[in-house]
């Protein structure tokens, strides 16, 4: 995979103090954003966020020690971005779960910063390789904004001559200090399907991570928050284009069988998803787009 020169890149695209470009492992090209609020990292690897901590905050998102920064592979933690399928292929169990988003070189169409706020604008769009696996012409825009806040959108094109149907998540993997002493609220009262038990049930009170869970959540609001009891802290998300938030944490058995999982790594993340699956899987026409979209922040408790 070739990737681009960095010189250029930092030439172009970067700001002193503001936006700079690094050759990170196995020479992935990376994009650090950083304003007074804080500082993110981004692999054009993927469209792949690989860090985001706000000044004063120990870091938000949880990267696998483990992860495999090698091309054709998906990094482990961060924020991956899932598309045209989440989870398993719908048709074909052979084909990568989440979709071949995450495991393509973006191209960086521009950055931007004023006082407040630095802006990536990233993009993909169907080639000679994703037709092989997924035979629609598209294209994706995906925007990281960091202010006060982390921003960020995904826009998905439908730029064929037929209808296409997609589903799609950011798959946040969000650091905690014991998932122990952590619960997820905002999810009191939502209906559930459990992907563990094949179960459909309705959420009482905050969510306590006890063991492995897998559920696809229909909130009454487009709002979550992670309660960390041993950071201090509540990590708030809101999003939109979707009514699905997933959650998941594989815990003990399943994570020593994940090859890029540390065996005692599930203790210090849960994944909160905003995700267009099963009923809320999207049918694009031609021309027409679709954007999904969060918003995360940290404060203390």
């Known amino acids: 995979m070739n990737y681009p020169d960095i010189q250029i890149l930092n030439q172009r695209f970067g700001a002193p103090g503001r936006i700079a470009f690094r050759a990170g492992e196995a020479g992935l090209p990376i994009v650090s954003l950083i304003n007074t609020h804080g500082a993110c990292e981004v692999s054009l690897y993927g469209g792949h966020l690989l860090a985001y901590r706000p000044v004063g905050h120990s870091p938000v998102i949880f990267l696998s020690q483990k992860s495999e920064f090698e091309p054709g592979k998906p990094i482990r933690g961060g924020i991956p971005v899932c598309w045209p399928w989440f989870g398993p292929h719908p048709a074909d169990p052979k084909k990568d779960k989440h979709g071949f988003a995450r495991v393509m070189q973006w191209e960086l169409d521009g950055t931007e910063y004023n006082g407040t706020s630095t802006v990536l604008r990233l993009s993909l769009r169907d080639s000679e390789l994703s037709r092989q696996i997924w035979d629609h012409a598209f294209e994706l825009k ?64 905050p969510l306590y991570i006890q063991g492995q869970v897998d559920r696809i959540y229909v909130p009454e609001k487009n709002e979550a928050a992670i309660r960390d009891g ?27 069988a ?41 404060q203390l408790i």
């Open 258 to 298: 994940i090859p890029d999982l540390g065996d005692e790594e599930y203790l210090k993340f849960v994944c909160v998803e905003p995700a267009n699956v099963k009923d809320t899987a999207i049918e694009l026409e031609p021309g027409a787009r679709h954007m999904l979209s969060m918003t995360i922040q940290s």
């Open 230 to 256: 041993k950071l201090k802290r509540a990590i708030l998300l809101t999003y939109s284009g979707t009514r699905n938030l997933v959650v998941w944490n594989p815990w003990s058995e399943v994570c020593r």
């Open 142 to 205: 995906l925007t990281v904004t960091l202010d006060q806040y982390l921003h960020l959108s995904l826009t998905a094109e439908n730029c064929d001559t037929k209808a296409f149907e997609m589903s799609q998540a950011f798959h946040p993997y969000f650091q905690v200090g014991d998932i122990a002493q952590t619960s997820v609220v905002g999810l009191d009262k939502a209906f559930y399907a459990d992907r563990v038990t094949k179960e459909t049930a309705l959420q009482e009170g």
